[in-house]
């Protein structure tokens, strides 16, 4: 049968005493204690008795305040966001970064995306040569370099020949001129090796990423924002979204190797 207690009624402790101390220390509770719980979609508190005594002179244990915060569902909508805008943008990045490695390495045709990778030193800083310089293609087998600023012409030389783009500059005192040289079989074969490397890593990246995500859904599961099932739901969103883009790269990556096997 339940026994009922007030608050001031001395309570026999249910634990066996220690050994030195010969009779039951009591508990009580002050008329001034009280327990209370508020509750807030967002916010639980939690106030503990404003003092707590023990009988044979143990301490006083102060009233004490503790506060535990939920994350609202937008929080954590807006963290799923941002995880997978965070992907898509990376992603995104990686396919241009290997559209410009491809777009540097000659076919025989000529292209202005072949000097997309030289820097110029302009006024003591590195740029871009396409920043300083307009960039033509006045048939299939030359380019011509017109600078903004005429002064700039020997930095632009200088930084061609010290490029690997395998192309003497032609400087006239107002523009630059390049040849573009046939490939030969060999040459073509080496360069294919090349792009195919250069689609491997550009793979690696996008897996990369994706493991990144993982990891931070991974983060959002151990902090109780999300289930289990959620997270294998975004897993396989994850995976589908790695997979279409390293069918992007392969795309890029077979239309390269066909210039480069042309003739």
Same mark, same amino acid.
């Given at each position: 049968m339940?026994?009922?207690f007030?608050q001031?009624? %001395?309570?026999?402790?249910?634990?066996?005493?220690?050994?030195?101390?010969?009779?039951?220390?009591?508990?009580?509770?002050?008329?001034?204690s009280?327990?209370?719980? +508020?509750?807030?979609?967002?916010y639980?508190?939690? +106030?503990?008795?404003?003092?707590?005594?023990?009988?044979k #002179?143990?301490?006083?244990?102060?009233?004490?305040? /503790?506060?535990?915060?939920?994350?609202?569902?937008?929080?954590?909508?807006?963290?799923?966001?941002?995880?997978?805008?965070?992907?898509?943008? /990376?992603m995104?990045?990686?396919?241009?970064n290997?559209?410009?490695?491809?777009g540097?390495?000659?076919?025989?045709?000529?292209t202005p995306?072949?000097?997309?990778?030289?820097?110029?030193?302009y006024? #003591?800083? %590195?740029?871009g040569?396409?920043?300083?310089?307009q960039?033509?293609?006045?048939?299939?087998?030359?380019l011509?370099?017109?600078?903004?600023?005429?002064?700039s012409?020997?930095?632009?030389?200088k930084?061609?020949?010290?490029s690997?783009? #395998?192309?003497? %500059?032609?400087?006239? #005192?107002?523009?630059? /001129?390049?040849?573009? %040289?046939?490939?030969?079989?060999d040459?073509?074969?080496?360069?294919?090796?090349?792009?195919?490397?250069?689609a491997?890593?550009?793979?690696?990246?996008?897996r990369?990423?994706?493991?990144?995500?993982?990891?931070?859904?991974?983060?959002?599961?151990?902090?109780? +924002?999300?289930?289990?099932?959620?997270?294998?739901?975004?897993?396989?969103?994850?995976?589908?979204?790695?997979?279409?883009?390293?069918?992007?790269?392969?795309?890029?990556?077979?239309?390269?190797?066909?210039?480069?096997?042309?003739?």
């Open positions: 339940a026994t009922s007030s001031t009624t %001395p309570l026999r402790s249910i634990f066996q005493p220690p050994q030195n101390i010969s009779k039951p220390i009591l508990l009580s509770l002050s008329e001034s009280s327990y209370s719980f +508020k509750r807030s979609s967002t639980v508190t939690l +106030k503990l008795p404003r003092s707590l005594t023990l009988s #002179g143990l301490s006083t244990l102060q009233r004490r305040k /503790r506060i535990v915060r939920a994350a609202t569902i937008e929080e954590i909508e807006a963290e799923k966001s941002a995880i997978e805008t965070n992907v898509k943008s /990376r995104e990045s990686t396919l241009e290997v559209r410009t490695n491809f540097s390495i000659r076919t025989g045709r000529a995306s072949m000097l997309d990778k030289i820097e110029v030193e006024y #003591g800083s %590195p740029v040569l396409k920043t300083i310089a960039i033509s293609t006045p048939d299939a087998s030359s011509l370099v017109q600078p903004y600023d005429k002064s012409l020997k930095a632009i030389e930084a061609i020949v010290n690997d783009v #395998g192309m003497t %500059p032609n400087n006239d #005192g107002e523009v630059i /001129r390049l040849s573009i %040289p046939q490939l030969t079989s040459r073509r074969k080496e360069l294919t090796k090349i792009v195919a490397k250069q491997e890593e550009g793979k690696v990246a996008l990369n990423i994706r493991r990144d995500a993982l990891k931070a859904y991974e983060k959002l599961e151990k902090d109780k +924002k999300l289930s289990e099932d959620n997270v294998k739901d975004l897993s396989s969103d994850l995976q589908k979204l790695t997979d279409d883009y390293i069918k992007k790269v392969d795309a890029i990556y077979k239309q390269k190797e066909k210039e480069l096997l042309t003739v």
